[in-house]
């Protein structure tokens, strides 16, 4: 395994790509709205992104169709979006997005609620998004990575969600994904992963089901779905591993507002 530690330039270019990439899922989490087809919101998705001097990290990488992964309820990650998956009222949707700047990226996801949700829905989603802060406080240089993917499975597995075993996370620079993974879940002793250091970018992706961990893939070969049908949610930012608290690369504008910073 090569990890990369990035120069003082490469930083800066994904500081970029990170901000604009908060920017598109501050916009674009604003557009979901039941009767809108998972079609509508890739288009809108890749136009922010190409407006902004960017293009799409996921276009066509590993020949994925689409800008933005759009992925509806039971569906955990890498939903195709179609002319005829029409949002309703209700339904909870993950969007991950990936930008290149200057042959730098960024990757992040978000799971946004369509209207009004169940009380169970939303307290998945919030759940899902702290546990990837709850991760954060382990995301120091001269700790390991395994103390992050700890923290985020033992915080989510205190509610009787299912962490999801067989996507992780990843490194992440000039190319979408590098070294290292990143599970999501807590790693056998005395298993710690590679020691953190200053430089290091990571995509930290907590996907956490309702119910089961269990996953199953579509006959389209890229959807992923929980495989008892519960409900899924997702959240993902690029980070950036420094002498003190990391790098939050792609938080939001209002994420950063309401306090977000302050978890961890």
Request: charged share 25%.
């Amino acid at each position: 395994m090569s990890v990369t530690i990035k120069t003082e330039e490469e930083i800066a270019l994904m500081r970029e790509a990170g901000r604009i990439l908060g920017l598109v899922h501050q916009n674009l989490g604003k557009e979901i709205k039941p009767g809108m087809s998972t079609l509508d919101i890739d288009r809108i998705g890749e136009e922010m992104i190409r407006s902004y001097g960017c293009t799409p990290s996921f276009l066509h990488l590993y020949d994925y169709p689409a800008s933005i992964c759009v992925s509806v309820n039971e569906e955990v990650v890498h939903g195709i979006p179609r002319a005829d998956r029409i949002l309703e009222e209700g339904d909870i949707v993950s969007l991950d997005a990936g930008v290149c700047y200057k042959g730098y990226h960024s990757d992040a996801a978000r799971t946004v609620a369509v209207g009004e949700v169940s009380e169970e829905a939303r307290l998945l989603i919030e759940r899902t998004r702290l546990s990837f802060f709850m991760g954060m406080r382990n995301a120091v240089a001269g700790k390991h990575l395994f103390d992050i993917s700890n923290n985020i499975g033992d915080f989510a597995e205190s509610f009787g969600y299912g962490v999801v075993r067989d996507l992780v996370g990843h490194g992440i620079g000039s190319e979408v994904h590098q070294d290292p993974d990143i599970p999501n879940f807590r790693q056998k002793w005395p298993h710690r992963g590679i020691r953190l250091k200053p430089g290091m970018t990571l995509a930290v992706e907590p996907m956490i089901n309702m119910g089961s961990p269990e996953v199953l893939w579509l006959d389209d070969e890229w959807t992923v779905i929980s495989e008892d049908m519960s409900l899924s949610a997702h959240y993902e930012n690029t980070i950036l591993i420094t002498n003190g608290k990391p790098e939050i690369l792609s938080l939001t504008e209002e994420e950063k507002q309401a306090g977000f910073l302050e978890l961890f």
